[in-house]
């Protein structure tokens, strides 16, 4: 069974940078990828960035580009979501997704529980 | 971008009706190479993260109840509840995956008469 879990809570300052974890279990981490969307509070869904699980490669949406590193660690099964330069609009919860394939345009088919981030003065 | 709006906002029926959702894209979400709608409807419940319910515009996602049912091509879309449960309210959304950035759209929000 596919399970996605992601790490606790974070508060942070404007102008901080925040570090997600998401651990990968119950499939093979380099068949698929992993995309990141947020979610501000009752709000939509914003999709950020994919990563490839097989050899790292990165996809973002332009709108993070350059404020967002996505990384990978093979060997435990772990996904990271970097994002810098935070700022109040940043407060959301963070969702990483498992995606069907090694190329960004899959289907988001498992998620993790999600990570609470606020950005607050 | 591409921009993607539902239709409506919000509905309510009654269970064991029949609840339609639309979804519009602002550009075809369709690949000619495959002969694939770069679309796909999640299912978002309060508190939970969203649940992928379809993909590739009409199939299925394994554990999925057969209720469940996309239909459309190109820019028009459409998820079927064909029997409401109590157990479907929910959000729910449509997302592109076609070109970057991927978008969801903004949510239609289903409930019990």
């Known amino acids: 069974q596919v399970h996605l879990v992601q790490s606790g809570a974070e508060v942070k300052k404007p102008g901080a940078s925040v570090k997600v974890s998401c651990k990968a279990s119950g499939y093979t981490f380099t068949n698929y990828g992993l995309s990141w969307v947020r979610q501000a509070p009752g709000q939509g869904l914003e999709w950020m960035g994919w990563?490839?699980?097989?050899?790292?490669?990165?996809f973002y949406s332009k709108k993070f580009q350059g404020r967002v590193t996505l990384t990978t660690d093979q060997s435990t099964a772990m996904a990271y979501m970097d994002l810098r330069s935070l700022g109040c609009d940043d407060t959301a919860i963070y969702f990483c997704?498992?995606?069907?394939?090694?190329?960004?345009?899959?289907?988001?088919?498992?998620w993790g529980q999600g990570t609470m981030v606020t950005v607050s003065s | 971008d591409i921009v993607m709006t539902q239709s409506p906002d919000s509905l309510a029926v009654s269970l064991g009706e029949r609840a339609t959702i639309n979804c519009k894209s602002s550009?075809?979400?369709?690949?000619?190479?495959?002969?694939?709608?770069?679309l796909a409807w999640f299912q978002q419940k309060p508190g939970q993260p969203p649940k992928l319910l379809i993909y590739?515009?009409?199939t299925r996602e394994s554990g999925v109840p057969d209720r469940f049912s996309g239909s459309g091509s190109g820019t028009d879309f459409t998820l079927t509840i064909s029997s409401l449960q109590a157990e479907d309210v929910a959000v729910y959304y449509c997302q592109q995956y076609y070109i970057n950035p991927f978008t969801f759209g903004p949510g239609t929000k289903v409930d019990i008469k």
């Open positions: 590739w515009a009409s």
């Open positions: 997704a498992r995606v069907e394939g090694l190329v960004p345009a899959g289907a988001f088919d498992s």
């Open positions: 990563i490839s699980g097989h050899n790292g490669n990165t």
């Open positions: 550009q075809s979400v369709l690949y000619r190479s495959n002969n694939k709608q770069y």
